[in-house]
């Protein structure tokens, strides 16, 4: 049981809350966390003070009906998940939340994903989540399957030598088979391999070697990465339903078109390849990933980021 005790959800009010509600009372059932519901909405504009408090009641009462609506459709009484709501107003919502997280120490942040009728991608303040904030960030998509059909897959790179990524590597596989475990239970692990030096030597200079002797080097080349996964899977110390995609692709192609052709619910991946600089963000293979996913997706950090974002 991985240690989640206790999660800032954050709702705008806006939009249908019942996703990102149910997908947090689960893991706070599971888990046992606290649920703390952060109500972050824009400033009220100059001349219209007078109506802050009117807002607020409407926004957060607002808000305890989805609550409540998404507590009955999960059969939770009131002391089987302990929450609190708070209303927070003000410019730089992203900003505003991190704060919450680095001052109050919370262990996951769920949000739905911001805008509506966002298919595929994230936008502005997911992303800035994504990018800064130092704990795992849930963003919620719409799941039409009950929680024991869920599908739950995880992104991870056997090539992680450096002790801050190989941490964050086994880290990705137990949280994801800890939401495996409480859904369907089957684990769908991806890991690409992009043998760029056979292609393009292949392509683009005679050799004096076969298309055999090619071909039996990019077997070695994958044999040896599918080696290590199982290493690192071994390591991780998960067992249960697995099913392994190792595939030779480029990651930001095949993983959104998997998730597409096996109807993943919620992805697990990292979004940050170097640990341990303050303000480094992510590489382009993850930004490529996250504008293309049409699923939920459970983004973690090495434990040792440093957020950009100051208290």
């Given at each position: 049981m991985l240690n989640i005790h206790k999660i800032l959800y954050v709702s705008h009010a806006a939009d249908d809350e019942s996703s990102g509600l149910l997908q947090a009372f689960g893991v706070a059932r599971n888990t046992g966390a606290v649920i703390k519901v952060l109500l972050v909405c824009p400033s009220v504009p100059?001349?219209?003070?007078?109506?802050?408090?009117l807002c607020e009641e409407a926004l957060l009462k607002r808000v305890r009906s989805e609550i409540e609506s998404a507590q009955k459709r999960m059969n939770l009484n009131?002391?089987?998940?302990?929450?609190?709501?708070?209303?927070?107003?003000?410019?730089?919502?992203?900003?505003?939340?991190?704060?919450?997280?680095?001052?109050?120490?919370?262990?996951?942040?769920?949000?739905?994903?911001?805008?509506?009728n966002q298919r595929k991608g994230f936008k502005a303040i997911d992303m800035e989540l994504l990018r800064k904030c130092p704990c795992p960030v849930w963003l919620c998509r719409p799941i039409e399957r009950p929680q024991k059909e869920i599908r739950v897959a995880v992104a991870v790179d056997p090539e992680c030598e450096a002790a801050g990524t190989y941490d964050l590597a086994i880290r990705l596989l137990r949280w994801a088979r800890m939401l495996a475990d409480s859904c369907s239970g089957t684990l769908h692990i991806v890991s690409c391999w992009d043998f760029d030096v056979d292609e393009y030597l292949r392509?683009?200079?005679?050799?004096?070697?076969?298309?055999?002797?090619?071909?039996?080097?990019?077997?070695?080349?994958?044999?040896?990465?599918?080696?290590?996964?199982?290493v690192l899977i071994r390591a991780s110390n998960i067992g249960g339903d697995l099913?392994?995609?190792?595939?030779?692709?480029?990651?930001?192609?095949?993983?959104?078109?998997?998730?597409?052709?096996?109807?993943?619910?919620?992805?697990?991946?990292?979004?940050?390849?170097?640990?341990?600089?303050?303000?480094?963000?992510?590489?382009?293979?993850?930004?490529?990933?996250?504008?293309?996913?049409?699923?939920?997706?459970?983004?973690?950090?090495?434990?040792?980021?440093?957020?950009?974002?100051?208290?």
């Amino acid at each position: 049981m991985l240690n989640i005790h206790k999660i800032l959800y954050v709702s705008h009010a806006a939009d249908d809350e019942s996703s990102g509600l149910l997908q947090a009372f689960g893991v706070a059932r599971n888990t046992g966390a606290v649920i703390k519901v952060l109500l972050v909405c824009p400033s009220v504009p100059e001349g219209f003070e007078e109506f802050i408090a009117l807002c607020e009641e409407a926004l957060l009462k607002r808000v305890r009906s989805e609550i409540e609506s998404a507590q009955k459709r999960m059969n939770l009484n009131e002391d089987q998940v302990k929450l609190e709501i708070e209303c927070d107003c003000g410019p730089r919502p992203a900003e505003r939340v991190i704060r919450r997280v680095l001052s109050d120490g919370y262990d996951l942040v769920v949000k739905n994903v911001e805008g509506h009728n966002q298919r595929k991608g994230f936008k502005a303040i997911d992303m800035e989540l994504l990018r800064k904030c130092p704990c795992p960030v849930w963003l919620c998509r719409p799941i039409e399957r009950p929680q024991k059909e869920i599908r739950v897959a995880v992104a991870v790179d056997p090539e992680c030598e450096a002790a801050g990524t190989y941490d964050l590597a086994i880290r990705l596989l137990r949280w994801a088979r800890m939401l495996a475990d409480s859904c369907s239970g089957t684990l769908h692990i991806v890991s690409c391999w992009d043998f760029d030096v056979d292609e393009y030597l292949r392509r683009h200079f005679p050799l004096n070697a076969t298309e055999e002797e090619l071909d039996e080097a990019t077997e070695v080349a994958r044999s040896r990465h599918h080696s290590k996964l199982e290493v690192l899977i071994r390591a991780s110390n998960i067992g249960g339903d697995l099913q392994l995609h190792h595939v030779i692709a480029r990651p930001d192609n095949y993983i959104p078109l998997l998730i597409e052709e096996e109807s993943l619910d919620l992805l697990v991946m990292g979004t940050v390849g170097r640990a341990g600089i303050p303000g480094f963000i992510m590489g382009n293979t993850a930004e490529n990933i996250l504008q293309k996913v049409s699923c939920s997706l459970l983004a973690l950090k090495p434990s040792d980021f440093a957020s950009p974002i100051k208290v």
